[in-house]
């Protein structure tokens, strides 16, 4: 069992920065793929950045089109992160941490459907 707490959202000016962090209990945490997802006002869940479990032989991180080159996910025993800078208003949503206790082949990691952990959200508002 995992248990996730975001944190670090906020309102925050366009061409700003932030960043989210996620607190992440269980004891097979660092076995697990980790991912950022968000949801804005009237949207469906979309993904935003994966990590792969710190077990892996090889570190993989992925990001979405839409945040490439702005956002950076991370990662370390017990958190991850969300580095998001060049902020612009359509950025605006609640972000989620998630975790998958599988492993996520290129073809899964961008939906939650293969995520089993969330945690609460933390809203994010990036103002004009």
């Known amino acids: 069992q995992v248990t996730l707490v975001e944190s670090g959202g906020g309102l925050v000016q366009a061409g700003g920065s932030l960043r989210l962090s996620c607190a992440a209990s269980?004891?097979?945490?660092?076995?697990?793929?980790m991912g950022w997802f968000r949801q804005g006002p009237g949207k469906e869940r979309e993904f935003v950045a994966t990590?792969?479990?710190?077990?892996?032989?090889?570190?993989r991180a992925h990001t979405a089109d839409s945040v490439k080159g702005r956002f950076a996910i991370s990662r370390d025993n017990t958190n991850v992160y969300l580095q998001m800078n060049n902020l612009k208003p359509e950025d605006t949503a609640v972000y989620y941490c998630?975790?998958?206790?599988?492993?996520?082949?290129?073809?899964?990691?961008?939906?939650?459907?293969?995520?089993?952990?969330w945690g609460q959200g933390t809203q994010v508002t990036v103002s004009s």
């Open positions: 998630a975790g998958s206790s599988r492993s996520l082949s290129n073809s899964d990691y961008g939906s939650p459907t293969y995520y089993d952990y």
């Open positions: 990590t792969s479990s710190l077990s892996d032989n090889v570190y």
């Open positions: 269980g004891r097979t945490f660092t076995n697990y793929p």
